[in-house]
């Protein structure tokens, strides 16, 4: 088998919490319209309700934890691309369709398994092994939807892209920023999906 012949999809999960929630006081909705989000009427800013002007939180607000739903999503739409984010869910997951059923039960399977890790079950890290094309990198992306909608950090790499743009930043001071960048956001995410693993070329370098 070359190594092109199948791939895999490293997905990773931090056991810490995209937020914390506030017993707070939200703030009236001055619109008048129907908000989204229960908590602060869309203000996206509430109080701790403390009426002791004594207490260290007194008049102190909070950002509300629609605001980093927001940030996150729009970080991951601009990552993929708001069409990809917004075509590549669970609801619109299909098995590719071949003859017997042998392929799609496994598809199925694989779709079960990535669903229940988004529960926060099992192992922080799950991996999906498979031919290019049977939906790997479809489930990955609803995986870090679902996830960058909580508030979660998340990051999508093409395993091969980011090892290039590494190898390439070496000793090139107008790459090694973005390849910094890069670093960065695969070390620090809460939620990381690796995709594309093995279909790196086979160098000292990617080993």
């Given at each position: 088998?070359?190594?092109?012949?199948?791939?895999?999809?490293?997905?990773?999960?931090?056991?810490?919490?995209?937020h914390q929630d506030h017993p707070?006081?939200?703030v009236p909705n001055l619109r008048?319209?129907?908000?989204?989000?229960?908590?602060?009427?869309?203000?996206?800013?509430?109080?701790?309700?403390?009426?002791?002007?004594?207490?260290?939180?007194?008049?102190?607000?909070?950002?509300?934890?629609?605001?980093?739903?927001?940030?996150?999503?729009?970080?991951?739409?601009?990552?993929?691309?708001?069409?990809?984010?917004?075509?590549?869910?669970?609801?619109?997951?299909?098995?590719?369709?071949?003859?017997?059923?042998?392929?799609?039960?496994?598809?199925?399977?694989?779709?079960?398994?990535?669903?229940?890790?988004?529960?926060?079950?099992?192992?922080?890290?799950?991996?999906?092994?498979?031919?290019?094309?049977?939906?790997?990198?479809?489930?990955?992306?609803?995986?870090?939807?679902?996830?960058?909608?909580?508030?979660?950090?998340?990051?999508?790499?093409?395993?091969?892209?980011?090892?290039?743009?590494?190898?390439?930043?070496?000793?090139?001071?107008?790459?090694?920023?973005?390849?910094?960048?890069?670093?960065?956001?695969?070390?620090?995410?809460?939620?990381?999906?690796?995709?594309?693993?093995?279909?790196?070329?086979?160098?000292?370098f990617s080993r």
């Amino acid at each position: 088998m070359t190594y092109a012949e199948k791939s895999a999809v490293a997905l990773q999960r931090s056991d810490a919490e995209a937020h914390q929630d506030h017993p707070g006081v939200v703030v009236p909705n001055l619109r008048g319209e129907e908000s989204e989000c229960a908590d602060c009427r869309d203000i996206g800013w509430g109080s701790h309700g403390i009426d002791d002007i004594h207490h260290p939180e007194f008049g102190k607000l909070f950002s509300c934890h629609c605001l980093k739903s927001r940030r996150e999503t729009r970080r991951l739409s601009a990552m993929l691309g708001e069409q990809t984010v917004k075509r590549y869910t669970f609801e619109s997951f299909h098995a590719i369709q071949r003859a017997g059923d042998a392929h799609n039960r496994k598809m199925a399977e694989a779709k079960a398994a990535v669903e229940e890790w988004v529960r926060g079950e099992g192992q922080i890290m799950l991996i999906l092994v498979g031919a290019p094309g049977c939906g790997k990198s479809h489930l990955a992306i609803a995986a870090l939807t679902v996830y960058a909608a909580a508030g979660y950090w998340t990051c999508y790499q093409l395993v091969p892209i980011y090892l290039d743009s590494l190898r390439a930043s070496f000793g090139v001071e107008a790459l090694r920023e973005s390849a910094e960048a890069s670093k960065r956001n695969v070390h620090q995410a809460q939620v990381l999906a690796l995709d594309d693993l093995g279909l790196e070329k086979p160098t000292e370098f990617s080993r």
